[in-house]
């Protein structure tokens, strides 16, 4: 399961106090390690004093909780963050909004872009203003009958099992498919499911003429987690969305987890 090492991507701006306490409450609830991060460009002694100083600032904010402080030289913090998760074996980076978004929704700044386009491991986005409310209270993963996604049910489910809360598949009827094969589709995605892990997932199919629409048509727990497979468009184990699949991150009112292609 994603969380046994964490990396927070840190910023002093609004994004990055978002992402600390995301990280600090996901790597809090599998117990793994806690690493929160700040990228400075190269040539830059100034601007590397500035990241120490905001990682000071950032280990105040957890109080005792136990992470590893790290500044990290990079042409570009997407790239940064990617390339030092692979250094320290991280398995789930976590970032914030871009300033100037809607409260309450991911708004893509060029570091979260240029992760969901490159990393290796799993990306975990908070919306503008997120604050965690505890342990997650329910899994939901947006589902579309493709083999990446079948590989994302069971990777979910066991991560459901583990942490002990209900999984939920929805898909969204945009009124150009068949909402019986919808159902369908989503009938041999619970079986997957239990087939794996026992677990029984609830469904659910969101009807209307757009994605933030059809989005606005579901019900979200405090504390939900939204998780997205990769697209088969992206290079084994990267992260790549497709176009519905980055409206969906747009439109959620909840961290959404993306999931590198072949992950395990």
């Known amino acids: 399961m994603i969380g046994e090492h964490v990396i ?3 910023t002093t701006g609004a994004g990055g106090h978002d992402a600390l306490a995301l990280g600090a409450a996901i790597s809090g609830v599998t117990g793994g390690e806690l690493t929160v991060a700040t990228i400075y460009p190269p040539g830059s002694p100034g601007q590397a004093v500035e990241a120490q100083a905001g990682l000071t600032q950032a280990a105040a904010e957890l109080g005792d909780l136990p992470a590893d402080f790290l500044t990290f030289e990079s042409r570009g913090a997407g790239r940064g963050l990617s390339v030092l998760a692979s250094r320290i074996r991280a398995d789930l980076i976590v970032v914030g909004s871009a300033g100037g978004g809607q409260h309450g929704r991911i708004a893509l700044g060029g570091t979260a872009d240029r992760l969901l386009h490159l990393s290796s491991e799993a990306v975990l986005l908070a919306p503008a203003g997120y604050q965690p409310v505890g342990a997650p209270s329910r899994l939901t993963l947006a589902y579309v009958h493709r083999p990446q996604c079948d590989e994302a049910v069971d990777r979910v489910a066991q991560a459901a099992l583990r942490l002990g809360v209900p999984l939920r598949l929805i898909t969204l009827d945009l009124r150009t498919d068949d909402p019986d094969r919808l159902r369908d589709d ?4 619970v079986r997957l499911a239990w087939e794996s892990t026992g677990i029984e997932a609830e469904t659910e199919v969101a009807e209307a003429h757009d994605v933030a629409a059809a989005l606005e048509t579901v019900e979200w727990l405090p504390g939900e ?26 439109a959620s009112p909840r961290p959404v987890t993306v999931l590198p292609r072949g992950y395990a």
Not at 186 to 189: E, M, R, S, Y
Not at 225 to 238: F, I, K, Y
């Open 225 to 250: 987690l939204l998780v997205c497979a990769a697209s088969e468009d992206a290079q084994p184990h990267r992260v790549f969305l497709g176009e519905l699949a980055m409206k969906v991150l747009r």
């Open 8 to 10: 927070v991507g840190y």
């Open 186 to 189: 989503l009938a041999l995605a």
